[in-house]
C-alpha cells in the first residue's frame, strides 16, 4: 500500500512485520486497521498484518541467534551502528515527524520535536556505548584480583506506546543496541508506522539481521505480551504504559525472573506557592499540562493553587488556554490535535462530568467536539473538589485546579497518589524549593519548569508508576548483567 501522505522517500512506510532482516506478515491471517486521529479516516488501506504468538516464538528465537555474534561486537563497532541511525533519522525528519502526525494526531511541530527528542537518544546511547567502564575492586583474599565487567544482557522484549511512536522507541532500542542486546519490538497497534520506519532506516544504518525483530498485532496483544514475559529466551522487558497492564507484564514475567523497567503511568501534582512567579507558572502549566493534548505520562493531572493566588493564576491560565488552535495536526497553526481515540475523549468527558456533578466549575471547555476526528475542549475547571481525577490519569486537556492554604497540606495531598512518575512546583523561595522537592514522592521533579524530558536525565518513577531508568548515565545498566571475575594471580 502507498503512503496516505506524501513523502519525500516513500519507502519509509512499511506495512509489515520485520523478522530476522526480512519484511513479513508472519502467519497473520487477518489484519488490522490503523485511523488518523484527526480525521477520523482509515489510514492503513487493507490494514496490516495481525501476527500471532508463533510469529513472536520465531522473533525471539531470531533474536536469540543474533544474540550470538551481536553481543560480540566492540562497543565501537555499536556506537558507529547508532550514529549512522542518527545522521539517518535527521536526514528524514520531516517524513518521520509527517507519519508521526498521520497515525497519532499531534501537531506537525511537535511531531518534528518527537523526532529531534527520538534522535538524540540514539546520540547519546552511543556516546554511552563506548564509556561501558567496569571495575577493579581491592580484595580481601590474598593474591585474587576481582575485576567486574558490564555485558549485554540477552534478548529483550520491547512494548512501546502510541504517544511517542518513535521516541519511545530509540529511548529503549537505541540502549538495547548499546549494550549489546537484541530485541523483540512490540509495535503498538494506533501508531504502528513510526516503528516500522525506524526498523526500516534500523536496516539502513547497518543493523544486522535479527538484532532488531518487529511484531505487529492488534488482536493478539495478549498472546504476544504474554510470550515476551514467560520466555526462558527473553531475559529483559522494557515496558511504557498504563500501570494496570504493568502488573500483568510483571506477574507473567515472574515465573522466568527477567530483568524489567517499568515506565508506567503518573498522576503528576503540579503545586503553585503564592510566592511562584505567575506567568513562569502559567507557561510551566500550559508545557506540563496540555503537551501532546494532556496524553503524556508525565503531565500535570492535579493542578494545586495556594488560595491567594487562585483567581489570578485561574485567569492567566484560561486565558492562555484561550488561544490554543484546536485541529488536524497536519493543518498549518494548530497547536493542540485530536486524542488518540473515542475512548480516550469519553474519559475526558467522565472526568469533567465527575468533578462538574461534585462541585466544580467549568472556567473554559468541558464538552467533547463533534467529528470527524478525536477531540474535547482543552478545559480548565476550578473549585475542584476531591473527584476522578485524584484517582486516576485524565490523558487528556484537562487543568483541574484544586485550592490549598498551607505548604503540609499540599504536601501530604501530592503524596496521595499510589503512583510518582513527576512532580512540579513553582515557587520563587529557596528554602521551600529545596524543602519541597526533597518530599515529593515521585522519580522527577520539576521546580519552576514544566518540561524536564531530555535524553541525558533518568526517566523513570517510584511506587507504582514503576522503576528502572531511561535514558541518562543510568539508562543502559538497564539492558547490562554485571559479572564479577575473580581470578587468583
Ligand atoms: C511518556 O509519556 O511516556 C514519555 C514522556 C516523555 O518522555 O517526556
Known amino acids: 500500500m502507498t503512503a496516505p501522505i506524501q513523502l519525500n522517500d516513500p519507502s519509509l512506510w512499511r506495512t509489515e512485520g520485520y523478522l530476522n532482516g526480512a519484511w513479513t506478515k508472519g502467519s497473520a491471517t487477518t489484519t488490522f486497521a490503523v485511523t488518523n486521529p484527526g480525521t477520523g479516516e482509515i489510514i492503513s488501506g487493507d490494514g496490516l498484518p495481525d501476527m500471532t504468538l508463533a510469529d513472536t516464538q520465531q522473533a ?55 523526532i529531534a527528542y527520538g534522535a538524540s537518544f540514539l546520540d547519546w546511547f552511543a556516546a554511552e556505548a563506548v564509556r561501558n ?27 512501546t506506546p502510541w504517544n511517542f511512536p518513535n521516541a519511545m522507541v530509540t529511548r529503549k532500542v537505541g540502549a538495547a543496541i548499546a549494550a549489546g542486546c537484541t530485541v523483540v519490538l512490540k509495535a503498538p497497534p494506533e501508531t504502528p508506522y513510526s516503528v516500522l520506519a525506524m526498523v526500516e532506516l534500523a536496516e539502513r544504518a547497518g543493523v544486522p539481521k535479527g538484532v532488531i525483530n518487529c511484531v505487529l498485532t492488534d488482536k493478539n496483544v495478549q498472546e504476544v505480551g504474554r510470550e515476551l514475559c514467560t520466555s526462558p529466551k527473553v531475559h529483559k522487558i522494557s515496558f511504557t504504559g498504563s500501570t494496570r497492564v504493568g502488573k500483568i507484564l510483571m506477574e507473567q514475567s515472574s515465573s522466568t525472573l527477567k530483568k524489567m523497567s517499568m515506565e508506567l503511568g503518573g498522576n503528576a501534582p503540579l503545586i503553585v506557592f503564592d510566592d511562584a512567579d505567575l506567568e513562569k507558572a502559567v507557561a510551566g502549566t500550559i508545557i506540563s499540562k496540555f503537551r501532546l493534548s494532556g496524553q503524556t505520562c508525565v503531565c500535570a493531572n492535579r493542578i494545586f493553587v495556594q488560595d491567594n493566588v487562585y483567581d489570578a493564576f485561574a485567569e492567566k491560565l484560561a486565558a492562555a488556554v484561550k488561544a490554543f488552535k484546536v485541529g488536524n495536526g497536519a493543518t498549518e497553526g494548530t497547536t493542540h490535535g485530536p486524542l488518540i481515540h473515542a475512548a480516550a475523549v ?136 554485571i559479572k564479577l571475575v575473580a581470578s587468583s594471580l
Open 133 to 159: 567502564y567496569g571495575d577493579v575492586i581491592p580484595s580481601a583474599i590474598k593474591g585474587v584480583q576481582n575485576i567486574v565487567v558490564k555485558q549485554p544482557i540477552g534478548v529483550c522484549g520491547i512494548i
Open 346 to 481: 469519553n474519559k475526558v468527558q467522565s472526568h469533567v462530568e465527575d468533578a462538574k456533578a461534585k462541585g466544580a466549575k467549568v472556567l473554559l471547555g468541558g464538552a467533547k467536539v463533534d467529528g470527524p476526528g478525536f477531540f474535547f475542549q482543552p478545559t480548565v475547571l476550578t473549585e475542584v473538589p476531591r473527584c476522578a481525577v485524584d484517582e486516576d490519569e485524565t490523558f487528556g486537556p484537562l487543568a483541574a485546579l484544586y485550592k490549598f492554604k498551607t505548604e503540609d497540606e499540599v504536601v501530604e495531598r501530592a503524596n496521595e497518589a499510589a503512583v510518582g512518575l513527576a512532580g512540579y512546583f513553582f515557587s520563587e523561595n529557596i528554602s521551600r524549593i529545596n524543602r519541597v522537592s526533597a518530599a515529593l514522592e515521585v522519580g522527577m521533579v520539576g521546580v519552576n519548569t514544566g518540561l524536564i524530558s531530555q535524553a541525558s536525565i533518568p526517566f523513570g518513577g517510584v511506587q507504582q508508576s514503576g522503576f528502572g531508568r531511561e535514558g541518562s548515565k543510568y539508562g543502559l545498566a538497564e539492558y547490562q548483567n
Open 60 to 114: 525471539i528465537e531470531h533474536a536469540e541467534e543474533a544474540f550470538k555474534s551481536w553481543k560480540k561486537t566492540t562497543e565501537y563497532e555499536r556506537a558507529a551502528i547508532l550514529t549512522t541511525l542518527f545522521k539517518l533519522m535527521k536526514e528524514h525528519a520531516e517524513d518521520l515527524a509527517q507519519i508521526i502526525t498521520v497515525e497519532n494526531g499531534k501537531p506537525l511541530a511537535d511531531a518534528r520535536g518527537e
